[in-house]
């Protein structure tokens, strides 16, 4: 059973607004949330990251929120360019877990113009 | 920069083969994971190792064994490839305690 979970497989977003991606899990213990992008043909590449201390974190155009009681977390790219064009996984980290992450399934973002 | 380098970018095999997926870092790091990507099914864990000759397993490694013989190199292995292995394969590595960096990944075929 995944215990993160991205419910939308895709998102379409025009060029200078704002991109929201979801994703919930379930284990109580997860206490590092992390997202990763990743283009076609390629490894992914992180993004930002959260810990679970924390609700919001900024870097740039990428904000990660984070929502504990309802174990929920959100991605807001702002303004979106052509370029976040890529498929967005969430991924979290349980404590005394050898550093292994689980992922949710992605979401593709397609930016248009 | 971390890199973390897998051996093939394509790979087509015969069901029935053994295939070997090999996976280099170059920065010292102690935990080295294999995942496989499947649409809709996201990345899922197969095998990691967090020391030379340690190996635990993930979610899913029902088919696959692997190898750590030096603290660089990771080797993922299947014994006897079918074609529901047929999947984007990626190797990552980490600090104790960081995020990953990841390969390019490598598309296996099995036909």
């Known amino acids: 059973d995944q215990q993160v979970k991205q419910n939308s497989p895709s998102l379409s977003v025009q060029e200078g607004r704002i991109s929201i991606l979801n994703c919930d899990y379930t284990?109580?213990?997860?206490?590092?949330f992390l997202w990763y992008k990743k283009y076609p043909a390629e490894g992914p590449t992180f993004l930002i990251s959260?810990?679970?201390?924390?609700d919001k974190n900024e870097d740039g155009r990428f904000t990660v929120f984070l929502n504990k009681s309802a174990k929920h977390l959100s991605l807001h790219i702002v303004p979106s360019q052509p370029g976040d064009s890529a498929v967005y996984f969430c991924a979290a980290r349980a404590t005394d877990s050898w550093g292994k992450l689980q992922f949710g399934a992605g979401t593709q973002v397609v930016v248009t113009p | 920069d971390v890199k973390v380098t897998q051996s093939s970018r394509y790979l087509v095999k015969r069901t029935g083969e053994k295939v070997f997926l090999e996976c280099v870092q170059d920065m010292d790091h102690e935990n080295m994971f294999w995942y496989r990507q499947d649409p809709g099914l996201g990345l899922r864990l197969i095998y990691f190792s967090y020391d030379v000759k340690m190996k635990e397993k993930g979610d899913i490694p029902e088919g696959y064994s692997v190898s750590r013989e030096k603290k660089e190199r990771f080797s993922l292995i299947l014994e006897s490839a079918s074609t529901n292995q047929t999947s984007m394969y990626l190797c990552?590595?980490?600090?104790?305690?960081?995020?990953?960096?990841f390969g390019s990944g490598t598309r296996l075929t099995v036909v």
């Open positions: 284990n109580s213990m997860f206490d590092y």
């Open positions: 959260i810990s679970s201390i924390k």
């Open positions: 990552a590595s980490s600090l104790q305690g960081e995020g990953y960096t």
